[in-house]
């Protein structure tokens, strides 16, 4: 597909748009790549390129594919070898499967000191990996002496060393640096001097810095201000300094208005490759390492095949201390030259050079593939300008060569790195991997490639979603003929077809309490030498990091939010756990900015998506459920019921009965159902006048314009914005947007049948003619101001009683007559809002029904894809985050199969390729809680407790007197209550629901426990009295494991 097309197909590319943003995307789609060298890391910045959708991509390489590529190639096949494949012809068509938008194209010319490289001019960015250092300094000179200059990006990964080179010419524009939504804020106000400050609302913290700029919208008084860009010095961290606004087109501040930051274009220079050899511009990523020795080891490694034409032999001491004595000549010429040559972790490169190891493969992959984007877009920081990652604790330089020798299998080039005994524990691995996305896809495909139980372990994969097209964009192992089959299945079938050696179980279960009990019990989770979460959501995560800590399995923990990702590493005793932080803060809207005063866009959005719901959804199941529970609607009329509610507990029967649960909605539902597509049209005119015109002429009569709080300040004062009625105009597209998806929808609903010409502009415009729509009238309605007040105590306290039993009966009646009752009529079909059908009119609905809304109350509106993020609770994403994180990942999981045992031996990660930020830090511990003075316990200490069958309450309470000189006062089943103290019982306030706890002290554990059949043992929580006599509250010790 030579031609770009300028039209993004959201379908595909939805989530990757809300990282990179449309500007960029179609600067992708007119774009060509020149990749050279499809090795291992070659190979996933190809996926990761293509992926992302460039124009076309041109692999380069000249080599015939080897057995020991397998180690890292994943689109590599055994067959391949046999037939000798050119390794760029071999993986062409897998690489070409993952996006039909992208032109993958192969060359197989000899890439040397003589190649003319005038056929690079057709090309934006070329990526050179395994190549001699002369020639990429050929190819650096090259490209940077074209104007524009081409963008050139050099990268290999040596055994457990890699590094990136980027060179965008000697000025590079950035668009974005970070790709972080501007910052704003509300004026509080703002002074009229030489020396100008705005200052925040509420004393808001800013988070500007000098330089920044900023623009002005909705400020009244000083109108010129708005629409204007200027530069801030920061005066404090709610004040802005903004300079001079003297002048007279310049009137004094009255109120209102807001701040944002206007991104500004950035140039950068870069350095040639020949300069930046001895003067390094190097970033710094590891808290433990100094980069520079990378960098004087990658040099010296560079010039050693410069010299002896090939990479140091394996485990060679003689080429070991030829690179070593390489690198101290290098230190000398350096411009800074590092005050010490560490040998040994020269040594490390030397004799793992050879070798290649997945981890790092897939991280510099990605880190690499995002380079790429970043020199076709301008979008994000570039790396300036080198970058090295390494892995050299997890090879050992002071063991014997055997381990390492060649066996003459694929996994030569890791056993190189690793040794035979830590590739042959990966081979025997129990693993367990809840979650088969675009992380899971990512980490079966390491685990593929590094032969993870291919021996006598097994992988078990589970997630019970289905493949959507959305989802190929960054899940490589799923293809379009994939769509809608199981996620998990899929996903192991691919990995298989790589490795068939694999023993990959495939489940299509959700990991939660429904499936404790029966597939992922303690049982299971005891078979396990590691999990690995590959979920995305707050409570999935912590859930099965409670099953890890109950039985005492590692975790290794990542996610991905567009740029940024992180790696959290989870051991047994060692470090803290998931759930350590608690939980994520609470992003809810108070009920009264939903429903009556929004001030963000944000707000509109999720009022219109509460809309929707109640509209196509719940009401509808609402009258599903009603007929379905009261029969037919002559049952209903004999005998009828009112539901008790707070405002009316004890609901008077009437005529042999009360009415069923929901009468009155229903009998509202079914007063408006549409029954003609003209019907639906109406509904959607009434709709519309009644949301964004009455209801802001009703707040307006409650509070008119000049109305005051008990306080005597203004009522409509920031946040509050006074609404503004909109007036329907069949010529505003917004309008007819909304009137139009929501007559479709409610044709879906009430099963209506409409045609194509139904449906039209024309005929929409000319139903619109004849509809009457009633003239305003104010009520006396409570409206909720206070922000504290609750969904559910805001709809208590704005509905009304039930509705009159006689009312309800005669309304039922008259539908009767009317033929609304017929059993055609009676019942609906919900819609199950789809976020990515747009087809569907889901997200054209709420982002019409917001934008009314937003007009109404004087809020920015949202564009379709914009709202559509909001409403889906779309987390952005991207290839190129997910394949380094899982790459850093499965090094963690690495070291801890190799038999880390400190905190040292482990690094969290938190990354941000957009602003080339990689951050590894040692672990947290646990924390630990002391009991007494000499008795302390962390979350992962478990206590165990023997009994038998005659073993009484007592003699578990003197368990712990004897074994720990603890008094025992609480004991807890799940919820129940198994023991509780005098000292307890006597402060509970609600004594009946009491039983004589003293009593059951003498009973049989085995009597006081409801257990199923089978089972040997129960988790309790025991709290004891504290040592402390002044503070009377009891503590909670560690888990208690009671064997029966």
Not at 117 to 129: A, E, P
Not at 309 to 337: C, F, M, W, Y
Request: hydrophobic share 35%; proline share 4%; net charge negative.
């Amino acid at each position: 597909m030579e031609t770009a097309k300028e039209d993004i197909d959201d379908s595909l590319y939805s989530r990757q748009r809300y990282v990179l943003g449309d500007a960029a995307m179609k600067k992708m789609a007119h774009s060509s790549v020149f990749l050279s060298g499809l090795g291992g890391l070659g190979s996933e910045i190809a996926k990761n390129v293509i992926l992302a959708g460039i124009r076309s991509i041109t692999l380069h390489d000249d080599k015939t594919a080897m057995l020991e590529d397998l180690s890292s190639n994943f689109f590599l096949k055994e067959d391949d070898i046999s037939m000798g494949k050119n390794r760029a012809e071999a993986c062409k068509s897998g690489l070409a499967e993952l996006n039909p938008y992208v032109t993958v194209k192969i060359s197989t010319l000899k890439l040397d000191k003589q190649t003319d490289l005038t056929f690079l001019l057709d090309f934006k960015c070329v990526v050179i990996t395994e190549s001699s250092l002369s020639l990429q300094q050929k190819i650096d000179d090259f490209c940077r002496s074209q104007q524009p200059p081409i963008q050139f990006i050099m990268a290999d990964v040596y055994g457990v060393h890699s590094y990136v080179f980027c060179d965008f010419g000697d000025e590079f524009t950035i668009i974005d640096p970070d790709g972080f939504d501007p910052i704003s804020f509300p004026i509080e106000s703002i002074t009229k001097s030489n020396e100008s400050q705005v200052t925040a609302l509420d004393r808001h913290v800013h988070g500007f810095k000098d330089g920044d700029h900023i623009t002005f919208k909705g400020v009244k008084g000083m109108n010129a201000l708005n629409g204007t860009t200027r530069q801030v010095k920061v005066d404090s961290p709610t004040v802005l300094n903004i300079g001079d606004l003297s002048g007279d087109e310049y009137q004094p501040y009255i109120s209102g208005g807001s701040v944002t930051e206007v991104k500004m274009p950035k140039s950068v220079n870069f350095h040639s490759l020949s300069a930046e050899l001895k003067t390094p511009s190097v970033v710094k990523i590891d808290y433990k390492k100094d980069p520079h020795q990378n960098h004087l080891a990658m040099c010296a490694l560079l010039k050693f095949v410069e010299v002896n034409g090939h990479l140091p032999i394996v485990r060679s001491e003689e080429d070991a201390t030829k690179l070593i004595a390489i690198a101290q000549k290098l230190n000398g010429e350096l411009s800074n030259p590092i005050k010490h040559v560490s040998a040994e972790f020269i040594t490390s490169l030397a004799y793992t050079a050879r070798g290649s190891f997945v981890p790092l493969t897939s991280a510099m992959g990605g880190i690499v593939g995002q380079e790429v984007l970043k020199a076709l877009t301008g979008k994000f920081k570039p790396i300036l300008q080198w970058w090295f990652l390494d892995a050299s604790e997890v090879s050992q330089s002071d063991l014997p060569e055997t381990p390492f020798k060649s066996k003459g299998d694929r996994y030569d080039s890791l056993r190189i790195c690793l040794g035979n005994k830590l590739v042959q524990k990966l081979a025997d691995l129990q693993l367990f991997m809840p979650g088969c996305g675009a992380i899971g896809c990512e980490m079966l495909k390491n685990y593929a490639l590094l032969g993870v139980a291919s021996g006598k372990g097994k992988i078990t994969v589970t997630d019970d979603d289905l493949i959507e097209k959305s989802n190929l964009n960054r899940q490589f192992l799923f293809r379009s003929n994939h769509i809608q089959q199981p996620k998990s299945t899929t996903a192991a079938e691919s990995a298989l077809e790589n490795n068939k050696d694999l023993k990959v179980e495939a489940l299509q279960k959700r990991v939660c309490s429904d499936t404790e009990k029966i597939h992922f019990n303690d049982a299971f989770f005891m078979k396990q030498d590691v999990v690995i979460n590959a979920l995305d959501g707050y409570e999935a995560r912590r859930y099965v990091d409670g099953r890890c800590v109950k039985n005492s399995k590692p975790l290794f923990e990542s996610g991905t939010e567009g740029i940024r990702g992180h790696v959290q590493v989870i051991i047994p005793g060692i470090t803290e756990t998931y759930s350590a932080h608690g939980s994520p803060k609470s992003t809810s809207i108070p009920f009264c900015t939903l429903k009556y005063f929004p001030s963000r866009i944000e707000h509109t959005i999720q009022w219109a998506r509460d809309e929707f719901e109640s509209l196509f959804c719940l009401k509808p199941i609402m009258l599903n459920n009603y007929w379905d529970s009261a029969g037919l609607p002559e049952q209903t009329l004999k005998s009828v019921t009112v539901m008790a509610t707070p405002l009316d507990p004890h609901p008077k029967s009437m005529d042999n009965g009360l009415l069923p649960t929901n009468t009155s909605q229903v009998v509202k539902i079914l007063k408006k159902r549409p029954a003609t597509w003209k019907e639906c049209v109406s509904s959607a005119c009434l709709k519309f006048e009644n949301d964004f015109n009455h209801k802001a002429k009703q707040l307006l009569h409650s509070y008119p314009e000049d109305a005051r709080t008990d306080n005597g300040e203004l009522f409509w004062k920031y946040p509050r914005r006074k609404p503004m009625p909109v007036a329907f105009d069949p010529d505003n597209e917004m309008h007819m947007m909304f009137i139009e998806t929501a007559a479709r929808l409610l044709a879906f609903v009430y099963n209506v049948d409409v045609t194509e010409d139904d449906v039209s502009r024309q005929n929409v415009n000319y139903l619109l003619k004849d509809i009457e729509t009633p003239t305003f009238e104010p009520k006396n309605k409570v409206i909720v101001t206070d922000a504290s007040v609750t969904k559910d105590e805001g709809m208590r306290l704005t509905k009304g009683s039930n509705a009159n039993i006689a009312i309800c009966k005669q309304e039922m009646r008259r539908l009767k007559e009317d033929g609304k009752l017929q059993k055609n009529l009676l019942h609906a079909s919900p819609v199950t809002f789809e976020k990515d059908d747009d087809t569907n009119g889901h997200i054209d609905f709420i982002t019409s029904a917001s934008n009314l809304r937003a007009t109404m109350y004087g809020i920015e509106i949202a564009d379709r894809y914009t709202t559509k993020r909001i409403t889906g609770n779309i987390i952005p994403a991207i290839a190129t985050t997910t394949s380094a994180v899982a790459g850093l990942a499965t090094l963690e999981m690495i070291r801890y199969v190799k038999g880390g045992a400190e905190l040292t031996d482990y690094r969290n990660c938190f990354l941000s390729l957009g602003r080339c930020d990689i951050t590894f830090l040692k672990p947290d511990p646990p924390v630990m809680t002391k009991l007494k003075h000499n008795v302390s316990f962390s979350v992962w200490d478990m206590w165990h407790v023997n009994g038998n069958s005659d073993f009484k309450m007592q003699d578990f309470i003197k368990f712990f007197k004897d074994q720990h000189k603890l008094a025992v006062t609480l004991v807890l089943h799940g919820t129940d209550t198994l023991y509780m103290s005098e000292s307890i019982e006597s402060i509970q306030p609600n004594v009946e629901s009491i039983q004589n706890f003293s009593e059951s002290v003498s009973e049989r554990m085995v009597d006081l426990i409801e257990i199923d059949d089978g089972t040997d043992y129960v988790d309790l929580r025991v709290l004891y009295e504290r040592e402390d006599p002044e503070n009377s509250e009891d503590i909670e010790g560690p888990a208690i494991r009671y064997h029966f």
